[in-house]
């Protein structure tokens, strides 16, 4: 092993007796004081499918970097279960949890002078939260997802938990009865793994593959199949031997390999929370990224998976089809990827897709040929306008024409919004406006699934516009455009909106817009008053303190 390692200062000199005594209790021998300690972060949970399969995972990893020559030292982070959490109150900790996983994993690490770490995650905030502490701690580190969930199946169809959500709509409108609603949520979600469409636990394991902080192929495997536990190991033996050669985080987590990501993320039609996580994870790596950085990308990147939420297949299915690899080697022949960025295994992203095919295989339909993409262009259009000064997501895939202008529908809360959709109240052409949900006015940023689901239900997906401060579930799609910064609650324009105003929503021309004069908004903006703080003591009242606005990643250390 190489000289050059932390846990030295632990455990080498008479001065350090002491530490060299305490970590005997945990199972260190006289041979292993040499070796780099490495930390396992393990997120395993029984609070969501996403994670109750990880502690096999964590343990696995365990030995094999034992045998691989090093000490390593498990230790616990949290989840939240966006899934579960949804549409109620505590789906404002979703957001929050990125940012306390983050805290937890540099802590540790970092408190024990740890060597290297080895992040397991599942649920959607595990991948950010445990990225953003690799890059601030830079020290060797790899990411193992715990894989996705198998779909469900129900009367011939694949069924993921979106699928539930959209029966609720259906069932409002009528479309469906009682019997099949009940038998949707029985079949939806058959085991572990996390949300089987390209959603954001998904979107997020892509994105890092793509960006080399991932074995290739381990970001679309199943959780509960046996070539993730062999995954997993041959993980901890990669991480071993980039401890060994200090390839450090940073020298992977560049700006080429953000570009890459977005690229990919672009390609496989992801979620839209992939932006804010990208931002974040680029602030703690010191990288420069912007929104205009992503609409440039967008701009010349085509959608090539058939995927949910919008297309017909899940990640499992894409998986068998190539992944990640033969998307990245399509995007690779055509330019639009950067094969020289490095990878954890040491090896450029070149190197690593060299025996990788360049054209999808033509017996499957996940992947479309680069002539026959699903759009030419990619599907997270970046939108600005009078009510989006400094920006605004819109996922565009799924619609026949992302233009609308119609009169406003406005809500203080996503409940309130609900209500209304359920109640048969939204018509055709409406634009729904959903704020003071965002990182400060949530707090928490809520994702607005249940609401965008019900429209989808509803059948009006395709006539009636969403826009939020808040943001939206991997499994969303339709006119929605989210992440509206500023964000109502401190001032942007979205708290000026009265009902009835007209607002257009214009993909094609990234427009987002009120349509009044400007001395109208002027002179709304002089009688507007910041609404009181929702909470005043805990953890929400010391975030909606300290985050920034999305347009920056939604980051507790900005102005730091």
């Known amino acids: 092993m190489s000289d050059n390692f932390r846990s030295k200062a632990i455990t080498q000199g008479n001065q350090r007796t002491p530490n060299r005594a305490m970590l005997r209790a945990v199972g260190f021998g006289d041979g292993d004081f040499n070796k780099p300690i490495v930390g396992i972060a393990n997120g395993y949970s029984t609070i969501t499918p996403c994670n109750m399969g990880l502690n096999d995972l964590a343990l696995r990893a365990e030995a094999a970097l034992k045998q691989s020559g090093t000490m390593p030292q498990m230790f616990g982070t949290i989840t939240v279960s966006d899934g579960i959490s949804m549409g109620t109150e505590g789906m404002k900790y979703s957001l929050v949890s990125r940012e306390v996983i983050a805290d937890s994993i540099e802590t540790a690490c970092n408190a024990q002078s740890m060597d290297g770490v080895l992040a397991i995650g599942g649920c959607d905030k595990n991948m950010p939260g445990a990225m953003i502490a690799i890059a601030r701690m830079n020290i060797p580190a790899i990411f193992i997802y715990g894989g996705t969930i198998k779909p469900g199946h129900y009367d011939g169809r694949d069924l993921t938990i979106v699928s539930a959500f959209e029966a609720v709509g259906q069932h409002s409108a009528g479309k469906i009865a009682d ?29 890092f593959e793509a960006m080399g902080m991932s074995l290739m192929y381990s970001s679309t495997m199943a959780a509960e199949d046996a070539e993730k536990a062999e995954s997993t190991e041959q993980s901890a033996a990669v991480l071993a031997e ?5 390839i450090l985080p940073r020298q992977i987590l560049t700006r080429k390999a953000f570009e890459n990501a977005i690229a990919v993320i672009m390609a496989v039609g992801g979620s839209t929370n992939a932006v804010l996580h990208l931002l ?58 950067h094969g020289d960025a490095l990878t954890i ?17 033509p017996n499957q339909e996940v992947i479309r040929p680069w002539d026959q993409p699903m759009y030419a262009q990619g599907h997270l259009a970046i939108l600005k306008g009078n009510l989006a000064t400094e920006g605004s997501v819109a996922k565009i895939t799924g619609v026949k024409n992302p233009k609308i202008t119609g009169p406003a529908r406005v ?52 006539s009636v516009g969403l826009i939020t401060d808040g943001r939206f579930s991997g499994g969303t799609y339709g006119m929605v455009v989210g992440h509206v910064a500023p964000e109502a609650a401190v001032g942007g324009a979205i708290a000026l909106v009265k009902e009835g105003d007209s607002i257009t929503i214009d993909a094609h021309q990234r427009l987002l817009q009120i349509n009044i004069s400007d001395e109208e908004l002027a002179a709304r903006r002089q009688q507007w008053q910041p609404p009181q703080p929702r909470y005043t003591k805990g953890v929400l009242a010391k975030y909606a303190k300290l985050v920034s606005t999305s347009s920056r990643g939604a980051v507790t250390d900005l102005g730091l």
Not at 439 to 455: F, K, N
């Open 179 to 207: 019997e099949e609603l009940l038998a949707v949520e029985r079949h939806a979600c058959p085991g572990a793994g996390s949300c089987g469409g390209m959603y954001t636990a998904n979107t997020m394991s892509s994105a």
């Open 345 to 361: 295994t040491g090896k450029t992203v070149a190197e690593q897709l060299a025996d990788i095919p360049s054209e999808p295989d």
């Open 411 to 462: 809500f203080e809360s996503e409940e309130d919004c609900l209500d209304a959709i359920l109640a048969g109240k939204i018509q055709a052409g409406d634009v729904v406006v959903v704020r003071y949900e965002g990182p400060v006015g949530g707090p928490g940023m809520r994702e607005m699934l249940a609401p965008t689901s019900a429209i989808i239900g509803a059948g009006l997906g395709d």
């Open 280 to 337: 974040a994870i680029a602030n703690a790596a010191g990288v420069e990224l912007t929104l205009d950085d992503i609409e440039t990308i967008r701009g010349r990147v085509p959608v090539l998976c058939d995927l949910k939420p919008s297309g017909r297949f899940v990640t499992t299915q894409f998986h068998e089809a190539g992944g990640v690899p033969r998307v990245m080697k399509m995007l690779l022949e055509h330019g639009l990827i």
């Open 242 to 246: 980039a401890i060994r050669q200090r």
